[in-house]
């Protein structure tokens, strides 16, 4: 939602311009809604900033490394820590399914249940309209030799 | 402009126009010779038919040799009608030559006028250049501002990079998310949103699920992919804006300077001069195009194998068919009288005469055919002179080169005009213009932007303020050279279409007022 905003900064959002009040006084609910706006806009500003000097973080982030290396009594060259660094940044953001299990097969099971559900139904409605076919076929006077040919099936 | 240790292109460019007044007068010679053979052979011609009228009058009775009289003056009739349509063809074609030749001397005084014109303007260029650029320099403010838009667009390239690398590490990992089912019916359900409306078991079950993937966490990472680079290229964007804001003080600053020193209308009028000596040589080349089409004609109605040639031979074999010369000579032999012997024995020197002036006509035909080539390479080797701009006063031979031996060489026929062009090139140089000079001066040797093979970061090929360009690179010191060349290249179309729709003159190619580097 802001970050549209944001692409277009000049005009008020729209829902908040189309409930701009025509006198000077705003509503507390209105101040408050336009604050919300102003400060996702700066989080997201923020976020930007902040990921555009990633080298920034990198570089404290490094700092810290050799710190935490030295209070702790080890040492760490600068390769290991660069190499550290970037296997953290590789892994952050990154998403793997959890490992097979009988819980996860259980999740999928369950995450999946209405379509499961669907097809039980279906496998039942048919098992159901055969036996009443079934059924059906066996009583008929007519038709012996094929109601045997369906119960010895 | 061109140092003692050098000598100027306007210079080999006279050897070269001596050279090919020399080739033409050699021509001319030849053409001289060929006409008064033509001269020699013609009346040779009108004496052997008039002996071997003779010899049938001497021989046929009374009313045949009317009759070969008669028939031989049809033929001599039609003959010098053949010669004078042949004439008459060659006069015109001559006429037009001429017409062209003029045309082109016309031409080239022109070319000269411009020339001398570009050259004076690219003098007062330089001048109003290295003013502007010292104005600009000793400008407080332009400092300031240059500093200050040369570090906004060494950030912007860096942020441009961090945008790339973000986008790339969302293409790479948000498939992970978009493949996985846990996560995706989660996210469809807006699990962990006030829009999550699910109670009781499912609510239970859902984050029983959300607890097996780690959701919140890797929620978070996926709407940090799919917006941060956008978040990213749109403060990005914003950067750009403060980044052409700064440029545009800038450009204003130059303008206005440049205005006010005379730069802008030295700037038009050379970019105004530059296309009409790039028009005329296109021109010029046109016009000896169609100067070498009339040469061709010409020489093919000068040789033996033309229309009026062949035509011309067709009606004297039909004529000779009835009076074989051998048949009149068995017949002189035949008889004792000395008249006609005397008069086969003319006919005889005659065709020796003939033949030797055939011989004569054929070696110097192929004589002049052969100066008529040189000349045309002299020719080409100018005319590429020209449009290579090696005769503008920047342009530059090593002081130890003589092209005279070169030319010598390939009058001799030792070498073809690609490889006298080829000595030629290979040792021309355009000496530096301020730009480069300071460049130099700046960077030491370590380029040499008068070296052929140096592209001086693409100088030549971007159309962009050159003063400009240097003050920023010497405001910007090494660290902050890169940016200045990306800061124009950025600003570049769109400074150019703000002068285009302002009326003032575009920053030619290299800086150069025409097509070349010479002016």
Redesign the interface.
């Known amino acids: 939602m802001s970050y549209a905003q944001q692409q277009q900064p000049a005009p008020p959002p729209v829902e908040i311009a189309a409930e701009l009040p025509t006198d000077s006084e705003l509503s507390l609910a209105q101040m408050s809604r336009i604050m919300d706006v102003a400060v996702a806009l700066r989080r997201e500003r923020n976020l930007a900033e902040r990921e555009l000097n990633r080298d920034e973080t990198r570089r404290m982030l490094r700092e810290k490394l050799r710190e935490a290396a030295a209070v702790s009594g080890g040492t760490l060259t600068d390769a290991e820590i660069d190499a550290a660094i970037l296997h953290y940044y590789d892994r952050l953001h990154a998403f793997a399914e959890p490992a097979s299990s009988w819980q996860t097969f259980l999740a999928h099971v369950y995450i999946r249940r209405t379509q499961i559900a669907v097809a039980l139904t279906a496998i039942g409605g048919a098992i159901l309209a055969w036996s009443f076919l079934s059924l059906a076929i066996w009583i008929s006077p007519m038709s012996d030799g094929a109601g045997r040919l369906v119960t010895a099936w | 402009m061109v140092g003692k240790n050098y000598i100027a292109g306007s210079d080999v460019l006279q050897v070269l126009e001596h050279a090919l007044a020399h080739a033409r007068g050699r021509g001319n010679e030849l053409q001289n010779s060929l006409s008064q053979l033509d001269q020699v052979t013609q009346e040779a011609v009108s004496r052997r038919g008039k002996a071997l009228l003779d010899l049938a009058r001497h021989y046929l009775p009374e009313m045949s040799a009317q009759a070969v009289e008669r028939t031989f003056n049809e033929v001599r009739r039609d003959l010098q009608e053949l010669l004078l349509r042949q004439q008459r063809r060659q006069r015109e074609l001559q006429t037009e030559w001429d017409a062209a030749l003029d045309q082109r001397q016309q031409m080239e005084t022109q070319l000269e006028q411009i020339t001398a014109e570009l050259n004076a303007l690219v003098t007062r260029r330089e001048e109003l250049q290295t003013q502007l650029a010292d104005q600009l320099l000793a400008d407080p403010a332009f400092q300031q501002l240059s500093q200050q838009a040369l570090t906004a667009e060494q950030a912007l390239k860096?942020?441009e990079g961090?945008?790339a690398e973000?986008k790339q590490?969302a293409k790479e990992?948000l498939p992970?998310?978009e493949r996985?089912?846990?996560?995706q019916?989660l996210h469809e359900r807006k699990y962990g949103t006030p829009e999550y409306t699910c109670r009781g078991l499912t609510k239970r079950?859902d984050g029983?699920?959300a607890r097996?993937?780690d959701f919140p966490r890797?929620r978070q990472?996926?709407n940090?992919?799919r917006?941060?680079p956008?978040?990213?290229a749109?403060?990005?964007e914003r950067r750009r804006s403060e980044f052409t804001g700064l440029m545009e003080q800038i450009e204003s600053i130059e303008d206005e300077r440049s205005d006010r020193i005379g730069l802008t209308d030295v700037l038009s009028q050379g970019v105004e001069c530059g296309k009409r000596r790039d028009e005329l040589l296109t021109k010029i080349q046109f016009e000896q195009e169609r100067r070498d089409r009339l040469e061709q004609e010409l020489q093919a109605i000068e040789s033996d194998n033309n229309e009026f040639y062949a035509q011309g031979i067709d009606r004297l074999q039909s004529f000779l068919g009835n009076m074989e010369e051998s048949a009149l000579e068995a017949k002189t032999r035949q008889t004792a009288e000395r008249t006609d012997d005397e008069i086969f024995a003319e006919i005889t020197w005659l065709n020796k005469q003939l033949q030797e002036a055939r011989d004569n006509s054929q070696q110097l035909f192929q004589e002049r055919a052969a100066w008529e080539e040189k000349l045309g390479g002299l020719d080409y080797i100018v005319r590429r002179f020209h449009l290579s701009e090696y005769d503008s006063q920047r342009s530059m031979f090593p002081a130890s080169f003589d092209p005279r031996p070169h030319v010598d060489s390939y009058l001799r026929g030792e070498v073809n005009r690609e490889g006298l062009w080829q000595a030629l090139s290979e040792l021309q140089r355009f000496a530096p213009t301020w730009v480069q000079e300071r460049y130099e001066e700046q960077y030491g040797g370590r380029k040499r932007s008068s070296d052929k093979n140096d592209s001086d970061d693409n100088l030549f090929d971007s159309d962009i303020s050159m003063v400009l360009v240097r003050v920023l690179g010497e405001i910007a010191g090494a660290a902050l050279r890169g940016a200045v060349h990306r800061g124009m290249e950025r600003r570049s179309p769109i400074r150019q279409k703000n002068r285009k729709t302002r009326g003032q003159p575009p920053f030619p190619r290299g800086g150069s007022f025409t097509k070349g580097r010479g002016f």
Do not use: G
Not at chain 2, 180 to 183: D, I, K, N, V
């Open positions: 860096r942020n961090r945008v973000s590490e990992k992970a998310y996985s089912s846990l996560f019916y079950l029983w699920v097996m993937i890797a990472s996926y940090f992919l917006i941060t956008e978040l990213m749109a403060e990005v």
